[in-house]
């Protein structure tokens, strides 16, 4: 299976360095235009099925890349929904004194938010029923920072608390893999926005 990788476009709430978590999110103009070239660099990859994250912003920015591959169809799913970021939904970083340097406090336990490995568990699980479905096929995922960096920790073999120390995905940033029926797999693009320059 080939499988491309991509992060929403920015939103309203990037932008303000609002925590989205389940919260829809809005795609800014920026946002928006991303989406547009986004579209334009994937319109030649033979994509087979899409399959997006029901929240908004990835509802969108997959909807603009559908424009291009008019017989392929999303499939809106919850499994690819960012982390439920519990208390800290809906929360300016600014606001709570939140850095760079707090990344790593997102690893633990968020009160009322979804635990590191139940993330990283619902991308395995999600990704070992996409490949047994799909393992002749090219497949887009179009999600979110967090659940796409657990996607890439299972692909690679790495551990849940090996996310903490992962690069984080920038908007519509593009990741393939080719992954076998054996869960090997080969990384040729990752975490790339040459479509935005």
């Known amino acids: 299976m080939k499988l491309i990788i991509t992060r929403h476009g920015e939103t309203e709430e990037n932008k303000l360095g609002i925590f989205q978590g389940h919260l829809p999110g809005k795609l800014s103009s920026l946002g928006i235009k991303q989406a547009k070239k986004l579209a334009l660099r994937l319109k030649d990859e033979k994509i087979d099925f899409i399959y997006s994250s029901d929240l908004t912003r990835s509802s969108d920015t997959a909807k ?95 551990k849940c608390e090996d996310i903490k120390d992962m690069e984080n995905h920038h908007n519509t940033s593009v990741n393939i893999f080719e992954i076998d029926e054996n869960k090997n797999h080969q990384m040729y693009t990752f975490n790339c926005i040459k479509h935005l320059e």
């Open 64 to 158: 603009e890349i559908a424009k291009f591959l008019p017989n392929i169809s999303i499939k809106f799913v919850k499994d690819l929904r960012e982390r439920h970021l519990g208390e800290l939904q809906g929360k300016k970083k600014s606001d709570l004194g939140w850095g760079n340097k707090n990344s790593h406090t997102l690893f633990l336990g968020i009160k009322g938010g979804e635990p590191m490995e139940d993330l990283y568990i619902r991308a395995e699980k999600f990704l070992n029923k996409v490949l047994s479905k799909h393992h002749k096929d090219t497949v887009l995922f179009v999600a979110h920072n967090g659940i796409n960096k657990a996607l890439i920790a299972v692909i690679t073999g790495k």
